[in-house]
């Protein structure tokens, strides 16, 4: 047992010294402070240039519905009246505006325009003056028609509320909220075990180039050399995680008054059940250990790093694909395919953990989801065990499944 302890604090003090190591997790923890603290960020930028577009009412009746309608619609744009043309275009060489507007009326009083601008690739500010202009045309016309009413009835949305009738399910507002961290474990589980399984495939392989696998198999055994291994990565992966959900956790927390429209509003960040955060972390362990398992028995089948990759592409397809159907699930959590797929232990920690985020799901689904995957976790551990302790003996061998019963017969010769 000393020596599997040995094999499992060597492996993750040397992961966590390494320069990779240190680098992803500042660049990680650099990419969480940006993000939680992006509405921070552009208001720091927008306090320092605010944009300003002159406007020359030629009929001397628009101006101030112009700018009414410019911060109705929402629009961080500045107006400023202008006298006359040439104003306009002085003013844009000395860069005071970046660009000016000519409000023009026809025989009837309805308004058109004209932008000038050094460079017109702005849509977003260029949607912004089209769509303040067109509501006082509609406005105009609808006066003219005597309909204002009328118009401001038709484009009124509908009244339409959503009531869930079981006892137990969650509302919409629940739903918004589990939603956001529902989101972020998704990706957490898909890149801990991409990153981290591969890892293990890595160290494993690298150990053979360099023979150090023959010295090592010689004083700890090749199970525990395994399981050391797996489990040292483990911690690495715990670590690193760790320091992001404190970081996280941290900043959204400080930052949760500003997270509310735009990309976070579909999150919804409010408050979330700590039973989600428990399952959270059962299913990103266990979803570790699945992989790491299959990653480790697979690193030891090649004979050179460069093979590694190779080998563990039917592994990450796995993972990627029970990504892909979580995300689609993430707008349909009750859809058939979901359902089914969270009992496919392969799947299971992220799509049951979809499941468990955003709906009322029976316990003994969960139980049996659990089960499924732990008893395959076991079994994969086992096989993987035997084929580890036959695999890490074999050179010159091309990457290829049929190593995995040539592995089988070294361990059991051994």
Known sequence: MNKFFIVLWHTYISKVKTKSFIISTAVMLVLILGLTNITKIIDMFDEEAVDTVGVVDESGQYYTPFAE???????????????????????????????????????????????????????????????????????IIAQKLNITEQIASLYEPASFETVAIAENAKTAEELNQA??????????????????????????????????????????????????????????????????????????????????????????FGETALSTIVYAIIFTLLGYFLYATLAAFLGSLVSRVEEVNTMITPMTLLVVAGFMLAMFGLNNPEAGFVKVTSFIPFFTPMIMFLRIGMLDVPTWEIALGLGILIGTIVVLAYFGAKVYRGGVLMYGKAPSFKNIKQALDITKKG
Do not use: W
Request: zero cysteines.
């Open 69 to 139: 309608q410019l911060k109705a619609l929402g629009s961080d744009l500045e107006v400023k009246q202008l006298d006359k043309e040439s104003d306009g275009e002085k003013q844009v060489a000395a860069e005071d505006l970046i660009g000016y507007l000519i409000i023009e009326s026809d025989s009837e009083g309805i308004p058109s325009a004209t932008y000038h601008a050094d460079t017109i690739s702005d849509e977003i500010i260029n949607s912004q003056l089209q769509a303040a202009l067109s509501n006082i045309k509609s406005g």
């Open 179 to 268: 939603r956001g961290i529902v989101y972020i474990m998704l990706f957490v589980i898909y890149f801990a075990v991409i990153m981290y399984a591969s890892m293990i495939a890595t160290e494993v392989a690298g150990e053979k180039t360099s023979r150090v696998m023959e010295i090592l198999i010689s004083s700890v055994s090749p199970v525990q050399h395994m399981f050391g291994k797996i489990l040292g990565v483990a911690l690495v992966s715990l670590t690193q995680l760790l320091l992001f959900l404190v970081v996280g956790y941290t900043s959204i927390k400080d930052n949760l008054a500003d997270m509310q429209d735009g990309f976070f509003s579909y999150l919804g």
